[in-house]
């Protein structure tokens, strides 16, 4: 099928923390690839994005590196700060504009 | 510039009554996404416009749901009658439409539905 699979949370670290969260994609093809973000009372934003194998994306410290081998785009950080407190979703382009979305990870960072 | 923009961004309103959810997409935009958020369900797809034209509504739960996008720059969602158990954020996203763009979220519109 075509379905876009991460980590169950919540997922909660002390701040300086080095940050995993696993992706696992289906597709035919290479698609796109995109983190998202949703802060507390807040839509998803764009994290970073891949478009093409081997692609890392990056931005505010984080990265992805899409893996057309293991079919992953797994999520990660070397040091979190309490403001990376929020869910995570990691989603592929499907066809038509449409993204599929994977069910979202809850990160806590304690001070 | 502006983004995505949701109104009104909280609803209460009682079981039965009919609810409006408005939506102004990103200026350029050619698709127009709307979604449900629940704790229990996560973030559902309802439907999706590419050129103001509906082209998958199969995550719309029921005929109590409609959705229409007059034009490039406007659409609603509308519940009639409504239901405790609608009550969920409801966010309108857009894209311009290719394999590489994202989509933009508004900031969703949080319906209670007592």
């Known amino acids: 099928g075509n379905s876009v699979t991460q980590m169950e949370g919540p997922v909660t670290l002390s701040e300086e923390a080095f940050l995993t969260i696993n992706c696992t994609y289906t597709?035919?093809?290479?698609?796109?690839l995109f983190w998202y973000v949703q802060y507390p009372g807040e839509g998803l934003q764009l994290l970073l994005k891949a478009t093409k194998a081997d692609d890392k994306g990056s931005n505010k410290g984080f990265e992805a590196t899409y893996r057309k081998e293991t079919t992953s785009f797994h999520l990660e950080k070397g040091s979190v700060q309490v403001s990376d407190s929020a869910v995570y979703f990691c989603?592929?382009?499907?066809?038509?504009?449409?993204?599929?979305f994977g069910s979202g990870t809850r990160l806590s960072i304690r001070p | 510039d502006a983004g995505v923009i949701q109104s009104p961004r909280h609803e209460v309103t009682e079981m039965g009554q009919e609810v409006t959810l408005r939506c102004k997409p990103i200026s350029g935009h050619n698709s127009l996404f709307w979604y449900r958020q629940t704790m229990m369900r996560g973030l559902e797809l309802l439907i999706y416009?590419?050129?103001?034209?509906?082209?998958?509504d199969s995550g719309m739960p029921e005929d109590r749901f409609s959705a229409k996008m007059p034009n490039a720059s406007f659409s609603t969602l509308k519940i009639q009658p409504s239901e405790p158990r609608d009550s969920a954020v409801y966010f309108c996203a857009s894209s311009a439409g290719t394999a590489d763009e994202p989509q933009h979220f508004g900031d969703g519109t949080r319906l209670s539905i007592l």
């Open positions: 597709a035919t093809g290479y698609p796109s």
């Open positions: 416009f590419n050129n103001n034209v509906p082209i998958d």
């Open positions: 989603a592929r382009y499907s066809s038509a504009s449409k993204i599929i």
